[in-house]
């Protein structure tokens, strides 16, 4: 008798181990799927920052190019003395809202499958996390209200200004008598020139900023990628 119960004893156990082994065995395998799931998705994200980090340093440079034509169409002398070349080129480039376009695609996928919520190294994750909702939309919405506010001047513009009709892509008469004293003279255009010119400003100081998140991010992502 106890010899059976002793073989019943031991194959018991041996079916509770085997189950145990099987159990471990597809833990094991669906840890290790997890495991190569995130480190894709940390390589695609990877990727879609170097993209944004060109973007950035790309907003930058322009701002730094930019900025001395709002100082040109914001002084009398340059603007009753200037060619109409110089004066077109100086309106233009003041007038047009910061293409500052983020790609959000890798990290709302990660976040929307939980997915970013897997990753083991908190750091990482909250890293991540602070950079895409905190930094990337606080310029994705400083980006709409820049938009916002050229729409705004363009409505000043054209009630109030008259435009050129030999030029493909709508622009100023600057042959017209009206046109240079409408730059100077009109407050409303002055004051929109003012605002975009902060809005530029502030937009060019959180793209540095976000600048150096990315950078710090892309680091934290390639040590942590396998």
Not at 48 to 68: F, P
Not at 87 to 103: M, S, Y
Request: hydrophobic share 35%.
């Amino acid at each position: 008798m106890r010899n059976i119960l002793a073989r019943g004893g031991i194959e018991f156990l041996a079916v509770l181990l085997g189950i145990s082994g099987s159990l471990w065995i597809e833990n094991n395998k669906d840890l290790a799927e997890l495991n190569k799931q995130i480190n894709h998705s940390l390589i695609a994200l990877s990727s879609s920052l170097k993209t944004d980090k060109q973007i950035i340093e790309n907003a930058i440079e322009s701002y730094e190019k930019n900025k001395v034509h709002f100082e040109f169409i914001q002084n009398i002398d340059s603007v009753k003395k200037a060619t109409n070349s110089r004066l077109q080129k100086a309106f233009e480039r003041t007038g047009v809202p910061g293409t500052i376009n983020l790609d959000y695609t890798i990290f709302n996928s990660m976040e929307s499958s939980g997915l970013i919520y897997k990753i083991e190294n908190e750091t990482l994750r909250n890293t991540i996390l602070k950079v895409y909702q905190k930094y990337y939309l606080t310029l994705t919405q400083l980006n709409e209200y820049d938009l916002n506010t050229i729409q705004k001047m363009d409505d000043v513009v054209l009630e109030n200004f008259i435009l050129s009709n030999k030029t493909i892509m709508w622009n100023l008469d600057y042959n017209h008598s009206s046109t240079r004293n409408n730059i100077i003279n009109n407050q409303l255009y002055q004051n929109f020139i003012s605002a975009n010119k902060s809005n530029k400003a502030i937009l060019n100081n959180r793209c540095k900023r976000l600048l150096e998140k990315v950078e710090e991010l892309l680091e934290m992502i390639n040590k942590n990628i396998k």
